[in-house]
């Protein structure tokens, strides 16, 4: 069992910045992924970015260049830097550790994105 506790959130004028934290505990394995998942209104939950335990990173197309994820393996941690926030970045945003026994989902984090 893995438990992820995510912080961060909130509100954010267009343009603006906001930063998501995620910490990871329980049976972490040493090969891994972290993911940033988000769900906006009346959409599908969709893969906003991913980190593996070997630092090698993926993005969406709509946030390549905007945000950044990055992990701290010692202490199960992953972040999300979320740059030049657009209305559209508005969502629930959805940590989940994934290994090979499963994954696992946060409970997640209303960002908003208004002016």
């Known amino acids: 069992q893995v438990q992820l506790v995510e912080s961060g959130g909130g509100l954010a004028q267009p343009g603006g910045s906001l930063r998501l934290s995620c910490a990871a505990s329980g049976s972490i394995f040493r090969v891994n992924f972290m993911n940033w998942y988000r769900q906006g209104p009346g959409k599908q939950r969709e893969l906003v970015a991913r980190?593996?335990?070997?630092?090698?990173?993926n993005y969406a197309d709509s946030v390549q260049g905007r945000f950044i994820i990055s992990r701290d393996n010692a202490m199960n941690r992953v972040s999300l830097q979320m740059n030049s926030l657009k209305s559209e970045d508005t969502a629930v945003y959805y940590c989940?550790?994934?290994?090979?026994?499963?994954?696992?989902w946060g409970q997640g984090t209303q960002v908003t994105v208004s002016s």
């Open positions: 989940m550790y994934q290994d090979w026994t499963g994954e696992w």
């Open positions: 980190v593996t335990s070997g630092g090698v990173t």
